[in-house]
């Protein structure tokens, strides 16, 4: 949690300089902090990152979406169930068949007493005459046309089955573009979860560098005001002028405010680490690195495969290939198998069979989308995505070989501005035995400890900046994940003094 500064930093305008330093150091923290190492703070961003959960769920729906379609070739089985009331009319035409029944009695009749004995042949005749009579109301009673109407009930339980044979490819190219969806998820998480982990590198590694130049602003000041003191007794005695003693409280106080811009900023990196890991505050424990052998050579980080952004975009690729398979099926014809079931023979419907089974295949002829133009935009779909992964490779490789020269460049700077800490110090403690001794004026001390604070703050930012980029530089590889190691193999580690015992400061 943030110190409470602000109020101190308001009360202190009218506060001597030691008053006011020894007001703000004895201003308590507001909860205590959690040791975390980088490790165990990586593993916590990893659980509560909301970025880093949400992308993982798209990854969860992407595997599910492909499992949902890798079962496109099994049959499709379906029951429905219909209540049915209907009502038949039929008509028939008599008229016809009555003309034509009649001319055939009419003509039976006519030829019938020939063919009778002579002697029965009159009696033939007579029946004949009296049926031929009665003829025309017999036929009379037949309609010239004859209706029919049936009204019925009836439950119509079926069950259906389409087996697929041939898709034309769009089956497999669903599956190949679900397949890709899945790897396009999973190159999204690895690169939000590698940026996440920059950040937490910048925010980690930040607090730390902004503690130790908490401590380097203090130890300057300390400095400073043992200084201003020793001017003071100097001129007490008669031996400086009071322009010194001047000199030396307005240097002073330039180191106070320094100190306390450099408190402000580290209560900011607190909070800042505590709101990103989602705790009231966090201590920081794997101190500040750098390794000073000389760095594998950039060719070594330069992995096509492994690069985010080209993981990213081949799987862009492959999706975008799908689609073009996809938009390709549509020209070609389908082939499938079909069957039916009548569970209710009782109750059917005349022209209805019991079961049907069969083959059928179906080409679509005229659509109303044009498919030339869906297959066109598709391949021009596939080349963009193309374009696009090859200039990822060259991104890729382009941020390899500059976060390779930041890295390599913080790294042989750290180690000059080793010797150019030792001689600083140096340089201070001979300017201070001079000025004591009266062989040397204060501006020469001012200069050499302000050449020493130089030294040191410089130290502090080059050692940060070398974890950063070499974070960076690992992100960039793809190799991210090997940042603890590299932590481990380290000979060179900052810590700041008011860090937790158990770790040194070579």
């Not at 007579?126 to 309609?143: E, H, K, M, T």
């Not at 979860?193 to 130790?212: E, K, P």
């Not at 900046?465 to 992100?475: H, I, K, M, Q």
Request: glycine content about 6%.
């Amino acid at each position: 949690m943030k110190k409470a500064v602000w109020p101190v930093v308001l009360a202190a305008s009218t506060m001597p300089g030691a008053a006011w330093a020894q007001q703000v150091d004895s201003t308590p923290m507001a909860s205590t902090p959690v040791e975390l190492t980088f490790a165990d703070a990586q593993a916590r961003l990893d659980r509560t990152s909301p970025a880093i959960s949400g992308l993982e769920h798209g990854v969860d729906a992407a595997r599910e979406a492909q499992a949902a379609v890798a079962t496109l070739h099994r049959p499709i089985i379906s029951a429905s169930a219909q209540y049915i009331a209907y009502q038949k009319t039929l008509s028939v035409d008599l008229s016809g068949p009555k003309q034509q029944a009649r001319s055939d009695v009419d003509g039976f009749l006519t030829a019938l007493p020939g063919q009778l004995p002579p002697a029965f042949q009159d009696i033939a005749s007579g029946i004949v005459g009296r049926i031929s009579q009665a003829l025309p109301g017999l036929f009379a009673a037949i309609p010239d046309t004859l209706s029919y109407r049936y009204r019925d009930e009836l439950f119509h339980p079926t069950v259906q089955g389409v087996l697929p044979i041939y898709s034309g490819g769009a089956f497999p190219a669903v599956q190949r573009a679900a397949a890709a969806g899945v790897d396009l998820a999973q190159a999204r998480v690895a690169s939000a979860r590698d940026t996440a982990r920059i950040n937490l590198v910048r925010l980690y590694f930040g607090q730390l560098a902004a503690t130790a130049l908490v401590d380097s602003a203090r130890e300057t000041r300390e400095a400073l005001g043992s200084l201003a003191d020793d001017a003071a007794k100097s001129e007490r005695a008669g031996v400086t002028p009071h322009s010194t003693t001047l000199e030396a409280a307005v240097a002073r106080d330039t180191a106070e405010r320094a100190y306390q811009r450099a408190l402000l900023e580290e209560s900011a990196a607190r909070d800042e680490l505590a709101l990103a890991l989602e705790t009231d505050a966090v201590q920081p424990v794997t101190p500040l690195f750098v390794r000073s052998r000389p760095l594998d050579p950039v060719e070594a980080y330069v992995d096509a495969d492994r690069l985010p952004r080209t993981r990213e975009a081949d799987a862009a690729t492959r999706l975008a290939g799908a689609g073009v398979d996809l938009a390709r099926s549509r020209y070609r014809p389908q082939a499938f198998a079909f069957g039916e079931y009548n569970l209710n023979r009782d109750q059917a419907l005349p022209t209805e069979p019991d079961w049907i089974v069969g083959v059928g295949a179906r080409i679509t002829l005229l659509s109303n989308v044009d498919r030339g133009h869906l297959l066109a935009s598709a391949r021009a779909q596939e080349a963009a995505a193309r374009d696009g992964a090859r200039e990822a490779r060259r991104i890729g490789e382009t941020a390899v070989h500059r976060a390779w020269t930041l890295a390599e460049g913080a790294r042989r700077s750290f180690l000059l501005l080793e010797t150019n800490l030792a001689a600083a110090r140096e340089n201070l403690r001979v300017r201070r035995v001079a000025f004591r001794e009266g062989e040397s004026n204060l501006t020469a001390v001012l200069g050499a400890e302000a050449a020493l604070a130089t030294a040191r703050t410089q130290r502090i930012a080059t050692a940060y900046e070398y974890d950063l980029a070499l974070a960076g530089l690992l992100a960039a590889a793809g190799r991210l994940d090997r940042f603890d190691e590299a932590i481990a193999g380290a000979d060179i580690r900052l810590l700041p003094e008011t860090a937790p015992a158990g770790n040194t400061t070579p």
